[in-house]
């Protein structure tokens, strides 16, 4: 392969629902630029897209793959994305490597969740979209609907380049307004005939050019004061106009297409290579707020937007060159760690076939191998440069289960198969919960983590399973309250005596400092000596207070006495969670001459604040998620009702492109398998985002039940 400049690349991302036909037409598009020889068929399982054992059982996209084709003398770098909303991961690093996309749409369906969600995530990430109506040649299509389910869902930026003369079974010819040509389609190898519009279609295809002239006109003005004056363009100016109204995203050409028969496939790849934007004249942010620009001429820079493990290659990289050009055999760094990598190799990717090549230029995609140190969404560049490109931010997690190996002896494995997952998919987020003693996995849904229990369970032969994740609440008080404790162990020699008096009262940020406490009708005036202030790993405050006078405890025991109290407060005395958010004052005790020791009053102040605690009118607090969902409106109803069956509340609703959205603040107890319920109730239509907001007190009841089910729990240990 030649080494393909920056002005003859496009990097294109597909996208579209589920079935739409995005893997057959890269396989239609790489057949044109004879890459392959030969199409494949997700049906026979024989596609260059989707080539691993899971996307074959499932017959549908599940990884995002790295493709290329050649064409009109331009690279043309295609990324299949998954379309289920549970594998977004893939769409988003696409969108960091890709400058425009193709939208799919089934002719049978409509638009769809996919196209809905797809086309909400491109406008946020600034990608514009060509629009492909496929699958006309099926018995179901219909262009006429799909044409007004497009409209109704981007509204204004809809216009039709393309019409098909027949859909269904006659599905062979498309009418072309852009060039005022028929394209006809004698085989379903892509061979095409061009020949005038006849006479039955030419009012039709008039009528769209006139519409297609006027929205090339609106977004350039020297354009609109041309077509003012000559009230027509040339098909130059048509396609200067809509190169300027794609890539302000005011404009989504429509094209027809048949990808499985091969036809429309040339036509709409010339209008990607004419209209669409290559990476020449773009530009890159950098962590430190720089822009670099996509120039070939500039330092090295690579951005790793996605790593695999793979059988027979190892650790493979795949990359964007964002500056200057790569070669084979240069040394970069990454300045992240300061680790030098060698490029030993850079291939050109097509799925699973890679072509060797001997260097890559600004705006060009590829990999390389055993790479050391590299993971995805850093970068290397040339020494000296400390270029750090700003990561891909991906969807907060939106699917959360506990995990653990069947088998205890299999754990340590685990968790290494669980962080290689996360590192070749950062949707994935594995953590180890000290505080639940559960591994807790987050995705983006179920079917996302299932596929991971599938590559567990058939690659790397383990049984796991899945439960629900125990929740992290939080303990605190609501009043004063005082207690002491004695500790005292005699077994022979010398013994163990401590006695510890202390007082609790609720840390409130900004509250005043007190001295003056009423506890069991009782007046107490304390002599504060010090003051210790500590912000806990898990949130909320611990304010202590050395109140110690005439010498009844010995300074030197007041960091044993803390030692308890912080150990207390890490397994709280209600349910064995955090503590939070209270100030200990200390303010008497007793000591031994002989007996006394640190271990002695570390545990007689452990049992002096649990007893404290119990007393203080203890509450659990328990994490309160925002969550923001867009449904669809004939859909609102049942997603209300089922958020009030999850104690949730409303905090506001609005409108945005034909959805609603509500705002609601939810119990993060009560939102387990909410992605799934979410997604059943809507049709798969709607979406949401949750975040945790605060920690907030349980009713009376669900307290209780937390009380009981921990004194179950402690009886069964």
Sequence with gaps: MKTYQTGHIRNVVLLGSSKSGKTTLSEAMMFEGKVIDRRGTVEAKNTVSDNTEIEQINQRSIYATPLYTEFMDNKLNIIDTPGADDFIGGVIS??????????????????????????????????????????????????????????????????????????????????DVLKMKMYSFKDENGTRE?????????????????????????????????????????????????????????????????????????????????????PAGDSEMTKDGRSIPCDPDGPTAIFIYKNALEQHLGDVSYFKVMSGKLTEGQDLVNPENGNKERISQIFAVAGKKREKVSEMVAGDIGCTVKLKTVKSNQTLCVAGQDIVFTPIEYPQPKFRTAIKAVDEKDEEKLGEILNRAASEDPTYIVQYAKELKQT?????????????????????????????????????????????????????????????????????????????????????????????????????????????????????????????????????????????DIRVYVYDGKMHPVDSNEISFKLAARNAFKEAFRNAGPKIMEPICNIEIMVPGEY???????????????????????????KARVPLAELYKYSTTLSSLTSGRATFTMELAEYQ?????????????YQEEEKDE
Excluded at 697 to 709: F, G, I, T, Y
Aim: proline residues 3%; charged residues 25%; hydrophobic residues 40%.
């Design 194 to 278: 061009e020949s005038d519009i006849p006479a039955d279609q030419m009012g039709q295809a008039e009528e769209l050019q006139s519409a297609l002239m006027e929205m090339a006109a609106e977004s350039d003005e020297a354009l609109m004061e041309k077509y003012f004056e000559e009230g027509t363009l040339s098909h130059e100016d048509m396609i200067k106009g809509l190169n300027a109204g794609f890539l302000a995203g005011s404009i989504m050409p429509v094209f027809c297409l048949s990808a499985r028969k091969d036809i429309g496939v040339k036509r709409l790849m010339e209008f990607v290579i004419n209209v669409a934007p290559s």
């Design 636 to 662: 609102m109803g049942d997603v209300m009702s089922d958020l009030q069956g999850r104690r949730a509340m409303i905090e506001g609703m609005s409108s945005v492109k034909g959805f609603e959205v509500l």
């Design 440 to 580: 807790i996995l987050s995705g983006q849904g179920e079917q996302h983590i299932n596929i991971l229990k599938w590559q567990i369970n058939n690659i790397h032969k383990m049984e796991i399973e899945f439960m629900p994740p125990r929740i992290s609440y939080r303990e605190t008080i609501t009043k004063v309250a005082a207690a002491n404790y004695r500790h005292k162990k005699q077994s022979g020699g010398a013994g163990q005596f401590g006695e510890v008096h202390l007082l609790l009262e609720p840390y409130v940020e900004g509250a005043p400092q007190n001295n003056k406490f009423k506890v069991d009708g009782k007046e107490m005036v304390l002599t504060i000596k010090g003051k210790e202030e500590y912000t806990m790993d898990w949130g909320g405050k611990l304010e202590f207070y050395n109140c110690i006078v005439g010498g009844a405890i010995d300074a030197r025991f007041m960091p044993a006495i803390l030692k308890g109290i912080m150990e207390k407060m890490e397994e709280g005395p209600l349910t064995g969670s955090y503590a939070r």
């Design 94 to 175: 696409a969108f960091k490597v890709c400058d425009s996309g193709i939208m799919l749409v089934n002719a049978q369906q409509g638009v769809e969740v996919g196209t809905e969600l797809f086309g909400r995530y491109a406008e946020e990430h600034k990608k514009p979209l060509v629009v492909a109506i496929n699958q006309l040649d099926a018995d179901k299509a219909n262009w006429e609907t799909t044409v007004d389910s497009l409209k109704q869902a981007f509204g204004s930026k809809i216009v039709l380049v393309q019409f098909p003369v027949a859909t269904g079974a006659a599905f062979n010819s498309f009418v």
């Design 697 to 709: 007190q349980v009713p009376s009841d669900v307290q209780e039940k937390l009380l009981k089910a």
